[in-house]
């Protein structure tokens, strides 16, 4: 089981970046996804996931109406699209399950991680 995110960058406060986490060997539809980032210096943290079970999604206060987590079954992605940036927001950001339907923002219980990808806004 392999996750691998992608679509980091550098980006001016303000602006927007979509990143992609895919899936080798198993159907991402079926269990819930996650999405954590973690600056230097800092706890990891939970910002945004979708379930498996009916794709609800939940976001943490600190993106909640900036940030939009969805999925593409049928190109076995989800998608973190990421509005109105901030430079709190730099951090390296990563994919995770805990291979369950229902989503959860608690990094501790994730069982999967892909790579991270490096996400910085600065002017």
């Known amino acids: 089981v392999q996750l691998q995110a992608s679509g980091g960058g550098t980006v001016q406060p303000g602006g927007s970046l979509r990143l992609s986490c895919t899936a080798s060997?198993?159907?991402?539809?079926?269990?819930?996804i996650g999405w954590f980032r973690q600056a230097p210096g800092k706890e990891r943290e939970g910002i945004s996931c979708?379930?498996?079970?009916?794709?609800?999604?939940y976001y943490a206060d600190s993106v909640k109406g900036r940030f939009t987590i969805s999925r593409d079954n049928v190109k076995n992605t989800v998608y973190l699209q990421m509005d109105t940036l901030k430079p709190e927001d730099t951090a390296v950001y990563y994919c995770?399950?805990?291979?369950?339907?229902?989503?959860?923002?608690?990094?501790?219980?994730?069982?999967?991680w892909g790579s991270g990808t490096q996400v910085t806004v600065s002017s």
């Open positions: 979708v379930s498996g079970d009916d794709g609800s999604t």
């Open positions: 995770a399950t805990d291979r369950r339907r229902a989503c959860s923002l608690d990094y501790s219980g994730m069982d999967y």
């Open positions: 060997r198993f159907r991402l539809r079926y269990w819930g």
